[in-house]
């Protein structure tokens, strides 16, 4: 489903004052500099993303994943290679060169996703003026196919950056759409620009 410019450019521009408004809250939470940046935005089908993900060294990934309901309904995920993960909980712990129990990586991580999700959901969500509803983030391990699980969905797919210190650690934002959200989340973009 090709997207005009102008649709690109408000999800974009959506989810940049998203990811602004998590990392004023996790350098609030972990009181150091974070920055968060999405230079890449893309939508794709599910099996457009699972062939983009069939080229990548790894197979399994870390997610933080948070189902939404409202105007539009579908699932938002954040994930990492495992590898990079344990990176970011290290930085955000302050526990570099050292390990940490599964607990609490699990812990840290579903903190960090729930802060940047609910930021760029709730972002979509107040511009667009479709009120969500969230249920509490799930943390999982898997392969791509188990974290997307719907065949018939559009996905878009923001390549997010997180600067932490000297560190640059890159995750991917996933916000997965059935085919009815997805329209109903263009036709509320197109509400928005005054194109309908």
Do not use: W
């Amino acid at each position: 489903m090709p997207l005009s410019p102008l649709q690109l450019d408000i999800l974009q521009e959506l989810i940049n004052i998203g990811v602004g408004r998590a990392a004023g809250m996790l350098n609030q939470m972990v009181n150091t500099h974070i920055q968060l940046q999405v230079p890449v935005l893309r939508v794709l089908s599910a099996a457009e993303l699972a062939a983009m993900y069939a080229d990548r060294q790894n197979t399994l990934f870390s997610a933080v994943q948070l189902h939404f309901s409202g105007g539009f309904a579908g699932v938002s995920a954040l994930i990492f290679p495992p590898e990079s993960a344990s990176k970011l909980v290290a930085v955000v712990l302050g526990k570099e060169g050292m390990g940490c129990d599964e607990a609490m990586r699990c812990g840290t991580l579903q903190e960090v996703g729930n802060i940047v999700l609910n930021g760029v959901m709730g972002s979509i969500a107040n511009i667009l003026k479709e009120p969500l509803r969230f249920a509490p983030p799930d943390f999982v391990e898997a392969d791509i196919a188990g974290i997307i699980g719907e065949k018939s969905s559009m996905i878009l797919v923001a390549r997010t950056q997180f600067s932490i210190k000297d560190h640059l650690i890159e995750g991917e934002v996933l916000i997965i759409f059935s085919l009815s959200s997805f329209d109903t989340l263009l036709a509320a973009i197109d509400s928005l620009a005054g194109t309908d």
